[in-house]
């Protein structure tokens, strides 16, 4: 399940190696927490100034981590996922998780070239001790967040996401969390829970001959396919880039002559920006849509070029 990113300012010093050897310990257990916890729990979820409350429970047999994801409030919404892919989900939860990147994938070795770790204090979340991760940006193309981690389990039990002024954008946060507490019928479908299946879009995707000509460092493409419009006739270029923990998605589209208008949007944490781009084959719109600031998604949408080969970082 993705965990959303956090950021919190609290009392409290240690000598910087002090700090640095235990962030770095601490990154290396998140990084493996989740593929080794049962646990349950209810958590917050605040975005753009609106509020969600949320049941998850985790169950971890064997080689198989089954997770199930309830809505508690506003529309019924429920998502199953079995070793990291969906089985069966409503339709909005499944939107949602879709792109979702969970923290089970990081790599802290890797992200120390981007991102610099340190501990910054002690709280409690849902009643539990917890230690403060501050995971900082080292330049001003990804946010900054950091995590309160569970001193038993590692696991994040709350966070909050900024932008590159130190305006929050995203909070995540238990309420009750216990972890072992899963049971088998915990992780059951319930009767609304629709089975989703990957395995179409996969075998229909087809190679793109699109690149980037700049990406931030770190950022890495990890996904592509060209899929038929829902809106016109005109098949869509999709590219997935990440730097291991932002995620930035951008469509292509022919525009055959269709006569448009370029845009930029933030709400929350995620920015959309669309730039129309002549090309030897005719116009096309670039939609670039992720958590990143919005200068950002500007540049990579510019910077999109016919062609296989991408960047290189």
Same mark, same amino acid.
């Not at 309160?148 to 900024?162: A, N, V």
């Not at 932008?163 to 072992?180: I, K, N, V, W, Y």
């Given at each position: ?18 700090? &640095? ?6 990154? +290396? ?7 080794? +916890?049962?646990? *349950?729990?209810?958590?917050?979820? $605040?975005?753009? #100034? ?14 198989? !981590? ?25 339709? @909005?939860?499944?939107? *949602? ?35 403060? !991760? ?11 967040? $950091? ?32 972890? #072992?507490?899963?049971?088998?019928? @915990?992780? $059951? ?15 229909? &995707? ?8 700049? !990406?931030?460092? #770190?950022? +890495?493409?990890? @996904? ?12 869509? %270029?999709?590219?997935?880039?990440? @730097? ?27 920015? &959309? ?5 002549? %090309? ?6 670039? %939609? ?8 950002? &998604? ?16």
């Amino acid at each position: 399940m993705r965990v959303i990113p956090l950021f919190v300012v609290l009392g409290g010093w240690l000598s910087m190696p002090a700090f &640095a050897a235990e962030a770095d310990l601490l990154m +290396q257990r998140l990084a493996a927490a989740e593929k080794k +916890q049962s646990y *349950q729990g209810t958590f917050v979820y $605040e975005r753009n #100034g609106s509020f969600s409350s949320h049941a998850v429970w985790q169950l971890v047999d064997g080689q198989q !981590l089954r997770e199930r994801l309830l809505q508690l409030d506003g529309p019924a919404a429920e998502v199953v996922i079995v070793n990291g892919k969906i089985q069966c989900a409503t339709e @909005d939860m499944a939107s *949602q998780v879709r792109e979702a990147t969970p923290w089970r994938q990081l790599e802290p070795e890797a992200l120390s070239k981007w991102y610099s770790f340190q501990v910054i204090g002690e709280s409690r979340v849902a009643g539990r001790p917890t230690v403060a !991760l501050a995971v900082r940006p080292r330049d001003q193309h990804r946010y900054g967040f $950091e995590l309160h981690l569970d001193r038993e389990t590692s696991l994040p039990l709350k966070s909050l996401l900024l932008d590159e002024s130190g305006q929050l954008l995203e909070r995540f946060q238990f309420t009750h969390f216990a972890p #072992g507490s899963a049971e088998p019928a @915990d992780v $059951e479908a319930g009767t609304d829970c629709k089975p989703v299946s990957l395995a179409v879009e996969q075998k229909e &995707a087809t190679p793109t001959k699109w690149r980037s000509d700049w !990406l931030p460092d #770190g950022f +890495q493409l990890i @996904d592509s396919n060209v899929r038929p419009s829902p809106a016109s006739k005109e098949s869509v %270029t999709w590219l997935s880039y990440s @730097d291991g923990i932002a995620r930035v998605s951008v469509f292509i589209e022919p525009l055959d002559g269709a006569v448009v208008e370029d845009a930029r949007s933030q709400m929350g944490p995620t920015v &959309a920006v669309s730039k129309r781009i002549s %090309t030897a084959g005719g116009d096309v719109m670039v %939609t670039v849509i992720g958590e990143i600031p919005l200068g950002t &998604a500007e540049r990579i949408a510019l910077s999109m070029r016919a062609g296989a080969d991408q960047a290189s970082q």
